[in-house]
């Protein structure tokens, strides 16, 4: 059974940083693209960040790009989201995605991933 399972979440005051984690099992991780997607109240959920198997290819919605870093550590089974220089306009709940890598071709579209974590709450305060 495939979990991906966020976590990292918070209140954090603007001009703050976060680190956000997410831990896969169930799958075999080195070969999945992982995205980090956010959806906002009232909003509907969209692409952040992705990066392929090897890391070797990072992807970013211009919201978000120069702000916010995606990595992954396929010894820990995790990906990550460094946030920083956060806003207002940043506050969502955060979602984990991953897609088999040799069929990912769009890694902003949410129909390329196949599994997705829970979410978690980030809070940005002005």
């Known amino acids: 059974q495939v979990q991906l399972v966020e976590s990292g979440g918070g209140l954090v005051q603007a001009g703050g940083s976060l680190r956000l984690s997410c831990v896969a099992s169930?799958?075999?991780?080195?070969?999945?693209?992982m995205g980090w997607f956010r959806q906002a109240p009232g909003k509907e959920r969209e692409f952040e960040a992705a990066i392929s198997w090897s890391s070797e290819s990072a992807y970013y919605a211009d919201s978000v790009k120069g702000r916010f870093t995606i990595s992954r550590d396929n010894a820990k089974n995790t990906v990550y989201l460094q946030m920083n220089s956060l806003k207002p306009e940043d506050t969502a709940v955060y979602y984990c995605?991953?897609?088999?890598?040799?069929?990912?071709?769009?890694?902003?579209?949410?129909?390329?991933?196949?599994?997705w974590g829970q979410g978690t709450q980030v809070t940005v305060s002005s």
């Open positions: 995605a991953g897609s088999p890598q040799y069929r990912t071709k769009q890694y902003e579209k949410q129909s390329e991933y196949v599994s």
């Open positions: 169930g799958l075999f991780f080195s070969s999945y693209a």
